[in-house]
């Protein structure tokens, strides 16, 4: 049975007040065909997604799947929460990412432990 390849744990953060809900551009050293993402804290409910770029400082796009029944594509996305979850992102072979929220977090920053697996 071949190895589990995977990255180190880094931490991603959402800064507080941040009215652009993304996390700074973070490398997982090496392309990924998933993301595990543990949601530690979220202070203000919202919707966790993934948005991925070629390279570092590229322009970052909405990380979305192709439908194969229904014709709709539909974006990897979690239900809205503050409830501590852990997530498998598909990530059809980036490396380079950040994290989106869909609202501010008003009280504290939103932090995350990522890794990347094969």
């Not at 991603?12 to 804290?41: F, I, M, Q």
């Not at 979850?85 to 990530?91: H, L, N, R, S, Y």
Request: proline share 3%; glycine share 4%.
């Amino acid at each position: 049975m071949p190895k589990l390849r995977t990255s180190d744990w880094l931490d991603v953060t959402v800064e507080k007040d941040d009215a652009s809900k993304l996390s700074a551009a973070t490398d997982l050293g090496l392309p990924y065909r998933s993301v595990d993402v543990l949601v530690t804290n979220l202070a203000t409910s919202a919707t966790v997604t993934l948005h991925v770029a070629k390279t570092l400082d590229e322009t970052y796009y909405p990380l979305y799947y192709i439908s194969l029944n229904d014709g709709d594509d539909d974006a990897a996305i979690t239900t809205a929460g503050t409830t501590a979850i852990a997530v498998i992102f598909p990530f059809f072979g980036f490396q380079y990412f950040k994290i989106c929220l869909s609202a501010i977090q008003t009280s504290s920053d939103a932090t995350f432990k990522v890794r990347g697996f094969n």
